[in-house]
C-alpha cells in the first residue's frame, strides 16, 4: 500500500507540474504574441508616417519655401559677421571664421540651425550637406565650410559654373535665391551681398542648401530612431502585462477543460464544464458538457440492453431445456424410432388415453414408474450451469424398477429445480 500511494503521489505531483508548464507555457507564448504585435504596430506606424511624410508632405511647395527661408536667414547671419569683420573697409583674404581653421567659414558660438558645420575631409557628398562661401568682389573664394571641395583662392565660376551668373548678380549688391533640378532632387541656393557702411558690396555669401527630400528626411529618420527607441521601452512592458492580463481568463478556462477532459477519460463521467461566457471557448465547454450527458446515456441504454439480453438469453436456456426434458418423457412414454409418428404428436396421443383412463396425474405417473432411477437423475439432476450430471446421486442401479424412484427422483428435481423455475416463472 505504502509502495501504491508513493507511486500515486509522484504521478500526481508530475501532472500538476506538466499542467503548471503547459499553462505558462501558452500564457507566455500568447503574451510574447501580444508584445510583439504591440511592437510590429507601433513601428508599422511610424514606418507609415515616415512614409506619408517623404513621399507626401515634403514634396508639398510650402517644405520647398521653408527650405529657402533658413538658407537666406543663415545667409544674412554670415554676410552680418563678414561685414563687421571687415570694418568698414575690404575683406580680408586671411579672415577666417573658425579659429584654428584658415580661410574657414563658420561662426563660433553660433546656434547649429543659424550655422553650416565644418567639413575638413572629402568624405562627404556636396548634395548631402549644406556649404558656405565666402566669395570676394573679383569671383574668387576667400572662406569655404568645405575647403576639400571648394578651396580658397579659387574662382568661384570653375567651381560653380551653373550658379555663376546669379553669384555675379549678389557681387553686384542684389541678393536672391534659386532652386536647381539635379539627380538627387531639388538642389536650393542663395546669395546674400556683404556691404560695407556705405552700403556698397565688398563680397558675397554663397549658401547651398541639401535637396529638400534630403534636407529634412535625414533629421526626420533621426528622429524616427529616437522615438522607435523610446516606444519600444514603453511599449515592452506594457504589453507585457496587457497580454498576462489578458489571457489569464482565457488559460485559466482552457485548463480547467484540459482537467475535466482529463478525468472523464480516466471514467469519472460526472465531470462537467461551467460555460460562463458565449465566446468560443464557451461554446466548447457547452459542446463538452452536452457529449458527456450523451455518453453517459448512451453508457446506460447500452447496460440495460445487456441486461434484458441476458435475462431473455437466461428465460430461452430454461425453456429449452424444460422442453428437452418433456421430449424425452413422451418419446419413452408413447414414441419408439420408427413407428412413423412425431415424437410429440404420439406423447400428446399417449397422454390424453392415459389421463382418460387412469384420471388427472395417472399418465406422468405411469410414464415415470417406466423410467429407471438413472433416466430420472439424466432428466432432473443435471447441472444447467455446467452441463454435467449430478453423478453422486445416480451412482445406483441402472434400469431397476422406480416406484421407490418416483419420489427419489420428484424430491430431486423439486429441490434441484426448485429456484430455476421460480427464475423462469418471474421472467
Not at 515634403?58 to 547671419?77: D, G, K, S, V, Y
Not at 558660438?109 to 550637406?129: H, K, L, M
Not at 418433456?326 to 388415453?353: E, F, M, V
Request: charge should be positive.
Amino acid at each position: 500500500m505504502k509502495s501504491k500511494e508513493s507511486a500515486r503521489k509522484p504521478t500526481e505531483r508530475n501532472r500538476q507540474g506538466d499542467g503548471f508548464k503547459k499553462r505558462w507555457g501558452l500564457q507566455l507564448r500568447m503574451t510574447l504574441s501580444y508584445v510583439g504585435v504591440s511592437v510590429a504596430t507601433a513601428l508599422l506606424i511610424e514606418l507609415l508616417g515616415l512614409a506619408i511624410f517623404y513621399f507626401v508632405i515634403l514634396r508639398l511647395p510650402f517644405m520647398e519655401q521653408n527650405t529657402l527661408n533658413t538658407a537666406q536667414h543663415i545667409a544674412r547671419i554670415y554676410a552680418l559677421e563678414a561685414a563687421v569683420r571687415a570694418n568698414g573697409g575690404n575683406l580680408d583674404p586671411r579672415s577666417t571664421f573658425q579659429p584654428g581653421q584658415p580661410s574657414s567659414l563658420a561662426l563660433p558660438g553660433a546656434d547649429s540651425t543659424e550655422s553650416v558645420p565644418y567639413t575638413a575631409t572629402r568624405s562627404s557628398s556636396p548634395q548631402t550637406i549644406p556649404i558656405a562661401l565666402l566669395i570676394a568682389p573679383n569671383g574668387q573664394v576667400l572662406a569655404s565650410s568645405y575647403p576639400a571641395l571648394y578651396p580658397a583662392s579659387t574662382g568661384v565660376a570653375r567651381l560653380l559654373p551653373d550658379q555663376a551668373q546669379f553669384i555675379r548678380g549678389a557681387l553686384a549688391g542684389k541678393a536672391g535665391n534659386t532652386v536647381a533640378n539635379t539627380a538627387q532632387g531639388r538642389l536650393p541656393s542663395v546669395v546674400q551681398p556683404v556691404l560695407n557702411g556705405e552700403n556698397k558690396p565688398i563680397g558675397a555669401i554663397y549658401i547651398q542648401m541639401p535637396p529638400v527630400y534630403n534636407a529634412n528626411f535625414f533629421s526626420l529618420v533621426t528622429f524616427w530612431l529616437f522615438t522607435a527607441l523610446f516606444w519600444l521601452v514603453l511599449i515592452v512592458p506594457i504589453g507585457a502585462i496587457f497580454g498576462v492580463l489578458t489571457t489569464r481568463s482565457m488559460v485559466r478556462r482552457l485548463h480547467r477543460l484540459v482537467k475535466a477532459t482529463g478525468q472523464f477519460a480516466g471514467g469519472d463521467y460526472s465531470q462537467r464544464v461551467a460555460a460562463t461566457k458565449r465566446d468560443e471557448i464557451g461554446q466548447l465547454e457547452q459542446q463538452f458538457n452536452t457529449m458527456a450527458q450523451q455518453l453517459v446515456e448512451s453508457i446506460a441504454q447500452q447496460k440495460s440492453l445487456v441486461e434484458q439480453h441476458t435475462r431473455q438469453e437466461e428465460r430461452a436456456r430454461i425453456e429449452q431445456e424444460l422442453r428437452t426434458a418433456q421430449l424425452i418423457q413422451l418419446s419413452r412414454h408413447g414414441c419408439r424410432p420408427g413407428d412413423g409418428q412425431h415424437p410429440q404428436h404420439a406423447a400428446r396421443r399417449g397422454a390424453g388415453n392415459g389421463l382418460a383412463r387412469r384420471g388427472p396425474g395417472a399418465g406422468q405417473r405411469s410414464a415415470l414408474r417406466r423410467y429407471s432411477r438413472k433416466d430420472v437423475c439424466h432428466l432432473l439432476l443435471r447441472d444447467p450451469r455446467s452441463g454435467r450430471w449430478q453423478a453422486p446421486l445416480c451412482q445406483r442401479g441402472a434400469r431397476s424398477p422406480v416406484p421407490p424412484a418416483y419420489g427419489f427422483g420428484v424430491r430431486a428435481a423439486r429441490d434441484r429445480h426448485a429456484p430455476r423455475l421460480d427464475a423462469w416463472h418471474a421472467l
